[in-house]
């Protein structure tokens, strides 16, 4: 019985043709997934930088109407922490360009 690799390779061809097909798949599987974070993260980013223009519209009227008070306070730092976090976060945004 000969052990070498050609006619191993020769009784086999489909087990080397599937080898071949399952790391295809997982390339293609790779760059999907890539292709999908990168999607998510560009949304993420869009939405963050959005919303760092519309939460001054909430945070300015509550602290102009109603004062800072002991009720306010905590809706007040808790926006502010939200429009430092999409200001953050959505610096890299450009509305101009598509991603």
């Not at 087990?15 to 790779?30: E, F, H, I, M, P």
């Not at 890539?34 to 560009?42: C, I, K």
Request: overall charge positive; cysteine-free; hydrophobic content about 50%.
């Amino acid at each position: 019985m000969d052990l070498t690799a050609e006619p191993l390779r020769r009784r086999l061809p489909a087990v080397t043709g599937l080898a071949r097909a399952s790391r295809d798949v997982a390339g293609g599987l790779a760059d999907a997934s890539h292709r999908g974070l990168a999607a998510a993260a560009s949304t993420a980013r869009a939405g963050a930088f959005w919303a760092s223009i519309v939460l001054p519209f909430l945070h300015v009227p509550l602290l102009f109407v109603v004062g800072l008070s002991g009720s306010t306070t905590p809706a007040l730092v808790t926006l502010w922490a939200l429009h430092a976090t999409a200001l953050a976060l959505g610096a890299s945004h450009d509305p101009g360009r598509r991603e």
